[in-house]
């Protein structure tokens, strides 16, 4: 599947952002989605994950009940709504698909599929 993530941008500090992920090639419903992001200086990291089949979602530490992930299967789509920006959510967002019919990974070796990835800068 191939997958095209958008929707970075700079941002003050209490902000928002919406990223977009577009899957295409295979059937986007079968794949269960993950969010991760790079920034300078650290390891990649999981941020948020939904299931294929939108029954499960699951988030990190530092951005659970921040923020929150959903997909449209039916226009394979996976957002990531990211309200409350702070500085050190600065990086680079990646979408990952893993499956087909996986469950959510936090980690990076299981996702098969990468998106390209959008950069969130969050000014202070």
């Known amino acids: 599947v191939q997958l095209q993530a958008s929707g970075g941008g700079l941002v003050q500090a209490g902000g928002s952002l919406r990223l977009s992920c577009a899957g295409s090639?295979?059937?986007?419903?079968?794949?269960?989605m993950g969010w991760f992001r790079h920034a300078r200086g650290k390891e990649r990291e999981f941020v948020a994950g939904i299931s294929w089949n939108v029954r499960s979602t699951s988030y990190s530490d530092s951005v659970k009940g921040r923020w929150t992930v959903s997909r449209d299967n039916a226009n394979s789509v996976v957002y990531l709504e990211m309200p409350s920006l702070k500085p050190e959510d600065t990086a680079v967002y990646y979408c990952?698909?893993?499956?087909?019919?996986?469950?959510?990974?936090?980690?990076?070796?299981?996702?098969?599929?990468w998106g390209q990835g959008t950069q969130v800068t969050v000014s202070s």
């Open positions: 990952a698909a893993t499956g087909p019919y996986s469950g959510i990974s936090f980690n990076t070796e299981d996702y098969t599929y």
């Open positions: 090639g295979r059937p986007f419903s079968q794949f269960t």
